[in-house]
């Protein structure tokens, strides 16, 4: 089976990163079962209402996206082709506890975030390009505020600072109005290695995403990914096939 990681610029933005990084999670225990799209049932909690969900809204446009893509391109998707292979049965629920055990927090630390992913066994240099999904989509504000007040984190750029300050301009942002800051600035609907360069630019939006660049167990992978998308996108689809 060949899975195509797929973006389309119709979609609703802030779906995007954290669907990314709940079919990685996901699809190591449960298999791919597009997970954060399933609602609560059976009396089991959906992955949609974890903190770690914070800000995602509008799942029936994805539904009508997808639904409108596959009627006038059959099995057809853009995006990086990755030979998958076949053989488990996806699950018909989502678990809350499977997000809170395996989607990495805002504020954990980068041994924290290794640990998570050498449980399932995910190395290195396959957190750090799983992580790149953090490419896609944006991040609400209750996520970041902690990096901008009362003091502004001394990791992030003082000028990529400023303009999140204008993207969030409180302390206290309300967690269903509509503010958000883009994951990756300069191509935040493609997968690419661009959030790897924004990471050693001081310009990781989330603290996760910025301490890839400062640990020394992972600062060698950032490195090489940032200097070559083609090198990313083959790991990238390498980790998938970890899962």
Known sequence: MKLKIATTRR?????????SLSVIAIT???????????????????????DRSSGMRNFEYVRTIKEALEKECPMTFRGPCIEMKTGRRDSRESYLTEVKAFIPNRIDSMPSVLSTFQSISIDIEATVVLLG?????????VNLVHRLYPTVDPTLDPDYAE?????????????????????????PMILDNFYHKLSLEHKGLL?????????????P??????AD????QDQFARAILLL
């Not at 190591?28 to 949609?48: K, V």
């Open 207 to 219: 603290s996760v995403d910025q301490a890839l660049a400062s640990d020394p167990l992972t600062f």
């Open 133 to 141: 999904a953090h490419s896609l989509g944006q991040v609400h504000c």
């Open 229 to 232: 998308n083609g090198y990313f």
């Open 11 to 19: 979609q609703k933005h802030n779906l995007c990163s954290t669907t």
């Open 28 to 50: 190591a225990n449960m298999s791919c079962d597009a997970s954060l799209l399933l609602e609560t049932a059976n009396g089991i909690q959906s992955g949609q209402e974890s």
């Open 221 to 226: 992978f950032v490195e090489k990914m940032a």
């Open 163 to 187: 303009h999140l300050k204008g993207r969030c301009p409180t302390p206290d942002p309300e967690p269903k109005a509509v503010l958000y800051a883009r994951n990756d600035s300069e191509t």
